[in-house]
């Protein structure tokens, strides 16, 4: 069975930082491309980060520069920094393991906010 489990959410104030875990079991986690998506309410989830199977890494415009996207394959574990907070960054954030064409797996989503 596999799994997803997020954690490291919160509530942190603007210009604040926060580090989200996404442990997983039940693949071969060093494989799949993982990545960090988030759903502020009223809003589409949209991509925040991703990092692939080769350790090569993509961000949204919006958190350049601000979070950072890792993985310890090790430990099955994803991670994604986040500095400089602001609180249009407010959202659930979900963890996401990919192998292309067409697996998907998702988390039961975290939340983060952060207030002004």
């Known amino acids: 069975q596999v799994q997803l489990v997020e954690s490291g959410g919160g509530l942190v104030q603007a210009g604040g930082s926060l580090r989200l875990s996404c442990a997983a079991s039940g693949i071969t986690f060093s494989i799949y491309t993982m990545g960090w998506y988030r759903q502020a309410p009223g809003k589409q989830r949209e991509l925040v980060a991703a990092i692939t199977s080769g350790g090569s890494t993509n961000y949204a415009d919006s958190v350049k520069g601000r979070f950072t996207i890792s993985r310890d394959n090790a430990k099955n574990t994803a991670y994604l920094q986040m500095n400089s907070l602001k609180p249009e960054d407010t959202g659930i954030y979900y963890c996401?393991?990919?192998?292309?064409?067409?697996?998907?797996?998702w988390g039961q989503g975290t939340q983060v906010t952060v207030s002004s």
């Open positions: 996401n393991a990919d192998l292309k064409p067409a697996i998907h797996y």
